[in-house]
Nanobody
Framework: EVQLVESGGGLVQPGGSLRLSCVAS????????FRWVRQAPGKGLEWVAD????????TYINSAKGRFTISRDNAKNTLYLQLNSLKTEDTAMYYC?????RGRGTQVTVSS
């Protein structure tokens, strides 16, 4: 079964950090590029970051540049998103996705 399972979300104060993880199963992880997307309450899906198959090429939404880092460990079938200097506007459900599937998400809430 093809599956992506996110974890690592939570409640954090503004300026704080979180590390999201996404474990893949049921397909060859290393052959696929991935992305993180998010959905804030009452809003549509927003692309956050992309990473290519070997992890050497990454792109980010402007609001994430310098604060978020996408990475992957092909030996562990795991995708990561390091979130630093979090802002209240980063509050959203965060999903990992590849071309043919998306996980169920992990909630990130930034609030004082």
């Amino acid at each position: 079964e093809v599956q992506l399972v996110e974890s690592g979300g939570g409640l954090v104060q503004p300026g704080g950090s979180l590390r999201l993880s996404c474990v893949a199963s049921g397909f060859t992880f290393s052959n696929n590029a991935f992305r993180w997307v998010r959905q804030a309450p009452g809003k549509g899906l927003e692309w956050v970051a992309d990473i290519n198959t070997d992890g050497l090429s990454t792109t980010y939404i402007n609001s994430a540049k310098g604060r978020f880092t996408i990475s992957r460990d092909n030996a562990k079938n795991t995708l990561y998103l390091q979130l630093n200097s979090l802002k209240t506007e980063d509050t959203a459900m965060y999903y990992c996705a590849t071309g043919f599937t998306r996980g169920r998400g992990t909630q990130v809430t930034v609030s004082s």
